[in-house]
Nanobody, 121 residues
Framework: QEQLVDSGGGLVQAGGSLTLSCAAS????????MGWFRQAPGKEREFVAA????????LYADSVKGRFTISRGTSKNTVSLRMDNLKPEDTAVYYC??????????????WGQGTQVTVSS
């Protein structure tokens, strides 16, 4: 698996939206399930969403279901995470991941560097 590059984080008010992007090689995208994880200060890393690039089958954590959407990005060889109706509890560093297990929600070994999302109340 090749190195991933994630981006798109920023500061937004509660109720606002952000879209994160993860760039990967075409080989990685077609060979592994792609996912997003997040980690807030003092908390454990948690699963957010995942997608099979080939079938576009998706999986979401209950905490973000109906608000977040993982999909193929508008740019070539990217995966997007559209985040709508953001809440302060969504504040965390978000990491793109290749090889996410969509049965156990455990991550694969390839990660992006992380992008900070801060939601103000």
């Amino acid at each position: 698996q090749e190195q991933l590059v994630d981006s798109g984080g920023g500061l937004v008010q509660a109720g606002g939206s952000l879209t994160l992007s993860c760039a990967a090689s075409a080989r990685t995208l077609s060979s592994y399930n792609m996912g997003w994880f997040r980690q807030a200060p003092g908390k454990e890393r948690e699963f957010v969403a995942a997608m099979d690039w080939v079938t576009t089958t998706t999986l979401y954590a209950d905490s973000v279901k109906g608000r977040f959407t993982i999909s193929r990005g508008t740019s070539k060889n990217t995966v997007s995470l559209r985040m709508d109706n953001l809440k302060p509890e969504d504040t965390a560093v978000y990491y793109c991941n290749a090889g996410t297990n969509m049965r156990t929600m455990d991550p694969g070994r390839a990660w992006g560097q992380g992008t900070q999302v801060t939601v103000s109340s």
